[in-house]
T-cell receptor, first 115, second 117 residues
Framework: DSGVTQTPKHLITATGQRVTLRCSPRSGDLSVYWYQQSLDQGLQFLIHYYNGEERAKGNILERFSAQQFPDLHSELNLSSLELGDSALYFC??????????????FGPGTRLTVL | AQKITQTQPGMFVQEKEAVTLDCTYDTSDPSYGLFWYKQPSSGEMIFLIYQGSYDQQNATEGRYSLNFQKARKSANLVISASQLGDSAMYFCAMREGPDNYGQNFVFGPGTRLSVLP
């Protein structure tokens, strides 16, 4: 158990809908990262937050947005869902934003299925 | 262009033998970090080992070691004395970006390792 929690574990929805994925980092970790893992695209970095502030953006679509709240939990919002958004969404946390060995601890993931 | 290349989609190794999983990377950033993660069939991502671009020595963590050849831009993972529980997908990843700000991570396509009894 990495200490990172993600809810829900599974989510099934329809095209055009909007969903919110939630992540609670390990106690004390200030950095949260979101990733998308799909069969055709592999593991893609989406976005990085540190202590409530967006720090880096990867391959995140404009239909997707994220935020990190004062209690450090984070939410990833996916809107106007398409079939291709079906994937496993991981959240990871780390203790800091910088430093050489910035090991990330991954949550169990949320499996999103868009029908 | 792919920033992380893992040329072996799948590999087999006999239990108790050593195996090397290949990873090459591409970056112009002088400061970067290289990571290996393991993803068993259960789906979770497990951190294995880290190598910094300025580290002089190859990283080691128990049965895992990283063969870092900076000039060749390769960071191969060596697993010694393979165990059945090592059967999993293995991802090589690179952290780019200024070390004191946001961090962009890039993952390779992964190598599926199967350990044979």
């Amino acid at each position: 158990d990495s200490g990172v929690t993600q809810t829900p574990k599974h989510l099934i929805t329809a095209t055009g809908q909007r969903v919110t994925l939630r992540c609670s980092p390990r106690s004390g970790d200030l950095s949260v990262y979101w990733y998308q893992q799909s069969l055709d695209q592999g593991l893609q970095f989406l976005i990085h937050y540190y202590n409530g502030e967006e720090r880096a953006k990867g391959n995140i679509l404009e239909r997707f947005s994220a935020q990190q709240f004062p209690d450090l939990h984070s939410e990833l919002n996916l809107s106007s869902l398409e079939l291709g958004d079906s994937a496993l969404y991981f959240c990871a946390s780390s203790a800091r934003t910088s430093g050489a060995n910035n090991e990330q601890f991954f949550g169990p993931g949320t499996r999103l299925t868009v029908l | 262009a792919q920033k992380i290349t893992q040329t072996q989609p799948g590999m087999f190794v006999q239990e108790k033998e050593a195996v090397t999983l290949d990873c090459t990377y591409d970056t112009s950033d002088p400061s970067y970090g290289l990571f290996w993660y393991k993803q068993p069939s259960s789906g979770e991502m497990i951190f294995l080992i880290y190598q910094g671009s300025y580290d002089q020595q190859n990283a080691t963590e128990g049965r895992y070691s990283l063969n870092f050849q900076k000039a060749r831009k390769s960071a191969n993972l060596v697993i010694s004395a393979s165990q059945l529980g090592d059967s999993a997908m293995y991802f090589c990843a690179m952290r780019e970006g200024p070390d004191n700000y946001g961090q962009n991570f890039v993952f390779g396509p992964g190598t599926r390792l199967s350990v044979l009894p």
